[in-house]
Each structure stands twice: as structure tokens, then as C-alpha cells.
């Protein structure tokens, strides 16, 4: 299970359409826009956000202090919708495609 933290600060809880396979590629785009852009939180879960919302109204406040507690950065700041997710909710096989630029 992952965790969507929308822009008013509201959480869902996402599972991916095949449990076996993890969250694909395009599941992510679908939740938070494209690009994507991974954020490494620690060893285990990543944020996934679309790093081309530049919007100050779109500012996520939830997700901003989530982000902050693990960089302890304080100009940290995410905008639009981010996605909590565990290293085993991830599909890595498309995954890997997409970060080479294969795809």
C-alpha cells in the first residue's frame, strides 16, 4: 500500500491494480502528473512527485513537513499531490526502464 497526500492535506490510501507486480509507472503519473521525480526518504520509501508544479497555491503543506522530517531542510518544499511509497510497492522492472530512459 502506498499513501496519497493531496494538496489540502487529505491522505488516501493507493494499492496498485496488480498487488504481485507493485505500482507502475503509469499508476504514479497517473496520481501525481508527469514528470515524475523520485525523492529518496530512506532506504526503504521514496516520494513520488511531479517536480514541474510550480504553483505557490498548490503548495502541499502535509507532504512538505514529511519531506522535512527526513532532509531536516527547511526550504524543502513540495507542490501538488506526493506519494508516500515503500520500496516493495514499486514495480522495478519498469521502473529501471524508465529512469535509463529506455522506455
Same mark, same amino acid.
Not at 500500500?1 to 489540502?8: H, P, R
Not at 516520494?47 to 517536480?51: D, G, L, Q
Given at each position: 500500500?502506498?499513501?496519497? =497526500?493531496?494538496? &489540502?492535506g487529505s491522505?488516501i490510501?493507493?494499492?496498485?491494480?496488480?498487488?504481485?507486480q507493485?505500482? !507502475?509507472? /503509469?499508476?504514479m503519473?497517473?496520481?501525481v502528473?508527469?514528470p515524475?521525480?523520485f =525523492?529518496?526518504? &530512506?532506504?526503504?520509501?521514496v516520494?513520488?512527485?511531479?517536480?514541474n508544479?510550480t504553483?505557490?497555491? !498548490?503548495? /502541499?503543506y502535509?507532504?512538505?513537513?514529511v519531506l522535512q522530517?527526513?532532509?531536516?531542510?527547511?526550504? &524543502?518544499?513540495?507542490?501538488?499531490?506526493?506519494?508516500?511509497?515503500?520500496?516493495?510497492?514499486?514495480?522495478?522492472?519498469s521502473?529501471?526502464?524508465v529512469?535509463?530512459?529506455d522506455?
Open positions: 500500500m502506498a499513501t496519497l =497526500i493531496k494538496v &489540502d491522505e490510501e493507493i494499492h496498485p491494480l496488480n498487488s504481485e507493485g505500482l !507502475l509507472p /503509469n499508476e503519473v497517473c496520481l502528473g508527469q515524475v521525480h =525523492i529518496c526518504l &530512506d532506504e526503504h520509501s516520494m513520488v512527485v511531479n517536480n508544479t504553483a505557490p497555491q !498548490l503548495k /502541499n502535509r507532504a512538505t513537513k522530517s527526513f532532509t531536516g531542510d527547511e526550504q &524543502d518544499a513540495v507542490r501538488g499531490p506526493a506519494l508516500l511509497v515503500g520500496e516493495a510497492e514499486i514495480h522495478v522492472e521502473w529501471n526502464l529512469l535509463s530512459g522506455s
